[in-house]
């Protein structure tokens, strides 16, 4: 069996990989689990001079690791250059940070000595999906590699390539080897990874469902998850907002990486007053995108990963309009000789609920407008669904718009005239449909450590 890299822009086969066993599997964790064994006892410094060294690597190659971003789904090179330079910032953040985030932290107590000690755990799967190859993979593994734990990756299959790369940067870096290993298999062997006792712990980003049915395996099991999922996530331009500038940010943070990113903007609630003013802003801005082949420098929007991924968005939007949505802008599969899975940057105006679009999450370059009555409809709008992974809201009102952004939004992370991102120093995650626990910041490296209490009478 094989499993095939596929090159987004033509539908051409760029490489196919050798399939692992269940016995290679297994053999890859057992690898992964000795190598814990003796990399749990090393020092915070040592840890931390690797991942500065695996920092430099990546910057050192940030092109030739953008270009194979480029073949295998499809990102343009200006954002995989700075996806790699991400990866880079979170090595460097846990490197520079670790050591004070897992110090023992004194207690009080009637003790003579008590003390919270962060302990690693062992071997953490990581299931990653394609959308950030790179990134996906360095938010877990920096924290975890600095907490001292070692780790597997099943990435998505179509990234196969990525996967191996970030293994060899590992062990270029002089990581020990086989302290984190790839595994080239389909989803089907998850169940069984986890069920590995060797594997303490699980990450999951990906889709709510996938997240699911990895909660279900490893609860059984009563293996700790952290899963990052879906999300719909709620943009709101109030009636004072600056309308061209919030127009330019929702363009941006709508088609962020060909619109596939699980905190792209998708849901546009814009008040009445101003919602014909800003929708033909937006659609200016969107328009404005240079759609092309995303080996070119100048490119903006290159195609989506795969063309079965295209033809359930468009079937989305097709839905949308027959349920009452109104198509202002693109909705077409362009007909351009040797273009595989392109989609054209698209509006859907007069979302109301009950249209697909207002509650499903399209996971490509289509907006949908909703028209809200005041501020408050729009808070109402913007939590009525089941995600809750990032929000925004753009005013001038800098105290109501903190308000909104504190106490009223259902979200993990919430913005105020601003795009949602990740930031390496803040943590990252969601609730309801969208997921538990958090990735970055102090938080991130906490969740797979033994926060074990220590106490001496």
Known sequence: MSISSINPINGEIIKKYREDTDHSIGQKIDQAHQAWLNYKETDFET?????????????????????????????????????????????????????GFLADQLIETDASKSYVSFQPIGVVLAIMPWNFPFWQVFRFLAPALMAGNAGVLKHSSGVTGCALEIERIIEDAGFPEHVFKTLICSSKAIPKVIENPYIKAVTLTGSTEAGKKVAEQAGKLIKKTVLELGGSDPYIILEDADLEEA??????????????????????????????????????????????????????????????????????????IEQGAKCILGGEIPSIAGHHAYYQPTILTQVNKGVLAYDEELFGPVAAIITAKDADDAIHIANDTNFGLGAAVFTKNNALAEDIARNKLAAGSCFVNQGVKSDVALPFGGINQSGYGRELSMFGIHEFVNIKTVYIK
């Not at 989506?304 to 968005?313: I, K, N, P, Q, S």
Request: glycine share 8%.
């Open 47 to 99: 840890r931390s001079g690797l991942l500065l060294q695996v920092s430099k690597l990546l910057t050192g190659r940030k092109d030739e690791l953008a270009g194979l971003m480029a073949l295998e789904m499809g990102k343009p090179l200006k954002a995989g250059v700075s996806e790699i330079l991400k990866c880079a910032a979170v090595c460097e953040y846990y490197a520079k940070n670790g050591s």
């Open 247 to 320: 127009a330019k940010i929702c363009a941006e943070a709508r088609l962020i990486n060909n619109g596939q990113s699980c905190i792209a903007a998708k849901r546009f609630i814009v008040q009445a007053s101003v919602a014909e003013k800003f929708t033909q802003l937006f659609k200016g801005e969107m328009e404005s995108k240079r759609t092309g082949d995303p080996l070119l420098a100048e490119t903006d929007l290159g195609p989506m990963a795969r063309a079965e991924l295209r033809d359930e968005l468009h079937q989305q939007v097709l839905k949308s």
